[in-house]
């Protein structure tokens, strides 16, 4: 097929590509314009246990903190997980991701966090669900350690060490109109050269039918 023949086959079909073009225009007000969508995001504090030598427990923190609230994280992002949310209420888009921060001069301390957040269209909402998020983590570090037999008196905790704050999330407008763009170039230029394709071998066989009967006449 050469170049010639996909510039001559797509003016013939110029009412497909009107049409492409027409959806492209749809796509792109979406895109300029989009629905408001919010992330709510919190931060909870992996605790270790207080101690006589340490009431607060904020000196005492160590990386395998850090791996106790990732087998908590993984659980609730789990299928069962995701189920167990929905069904106390979380409807938006959520996620929980394990952080572990420090410093390059105080490398030793570091202090186990985890991001939480959930995406939706209402701020108090997605707050209210980081909320039952949030819930539903420290049942599951207290169930992980009761599994365990820990001590009471020894037991992880979990405290939120940043409150949810809802923002709008802002997506970067011309990276969408690009892909609406090439997406309808690519889908239009693919469909009308497809509908001249069909519609060259729908007379092709015409005309061989034509020639059939002629020759069936002249017989």
Same mark, same amino acid.
């Given at each position: 097929?050469?170049?010639?023949?996909?510039?001559?086959? +797509? +003016?013939?079909?110029?009412?497909?590509?009107?049409?492409?073009?027409?959806?492209?225009?749809?796509?792109? +007000?979406?895109?300029?314009?989009?629905?408001?969508?919010?992330?709510?995001?919190?931060?909870?504090?992996?605790?270790?246990?207080?101690?006589?030598? !340490?009431?607060?427990?904020?000196?005492?923190?160590?990386?395998?903190?850090?791996?106790?609230?990732?087998?908590?994280?993984?659980?609730?992002?789990?299928?069962?997980?995701?189920?167990?949310?929905?069904?106390?209420?979380?409807?938006?888009?959520?996620?929980?991701?394990?952080?572990?921060?420090?410093?390059?001069?105080?490398?030793?301390?570091?202090?186990?966090?985890?991001?939480?957040?959930?995406?939706? /269209? *209402?701020?108090?909402? /997605?707050?209210?669900?980081?909320? $039952?998020?949030?819930?539903?983590?420290? *049942?599951?570090?207290?169930?992980?350690?009761?599994?365990?037999?820990?001590?009471?008196?020894?037991?992880?905790?979990? *405290?939120?060490?940043?409150?949810?704050?809802?923002?709008?999330?802002?997506?970067?407008?011309?990276?969408? +109109?690009?892909?609406?763009?090439?997406?309808?170039?690519?889908?239009?230029?693919? $469909?009308?050269?497809?509908? !001249?394709?069909?519609?060259?071998?729908?007379?092709?066989?015409?005309?061989?039918?034509?020639? $059939?009967?002629?020759?069936?006449?002249?017989?």
């Amino acid at each position: 097929m050469s170049f010639r023949y996909v510039v001559r086959a +797509l +003016l013939r079909r110029w009412l497909v590509l009107l049409v492409a073009a027409v959806l492209a225009l749809a796509g792109a +007000l979406v895109v300029v314009k989009p629905g408001v969508v919010y992330r709510s995001t919190a931060v909870v504090r992996v605790k270790p246990p207080e101690t006589p030598q !340490d009431p607060t427990g904020l000196t005492d923190f160590r990386p395998s903190l850090a791996i106790i609230g990732a087998a908590v994280v993984t659980m609730l992002k789990s299928d069962s997980g995701a189920a167990e949310l929905r069904r106390a209420g979380v409807r938006g888009e959520y996620d929980l991701a394990p952080r572990n921060t420090g410093t390059t001069k105080t490398e030793a301390y570091v202090v186990p966090t985890v991001e939480v957040s959930v995406r939706g /269209t *209402d701020p108090k909402e /997605t707050d209210r669900e980081v909320g $039952v998020v949030i819930k539903h983590f420290e *049942d599951h570090l207290r169930e992980l350690q009761s599994a365990l037999s820990v001590p009471q008196q020894r037991y992880i905790t979990s *405290d939120e060490l940043v409150p949810a704050t809802a923002l709008p999330v802002q997506g970067v407008k011309s990276r969408g +109109l690009f892909g609406v763009a090439a997406l309808a170039t690519v889908v239009g230029v693919a $469909v009308a050269l497809w509908v !001249d394709e069909a519609a060259r071998r729908r007379r092709a066989v015409r005309a061989l039918r034509t020639d $059939v009967e002629l020759a069936g006449v002249g017989a």
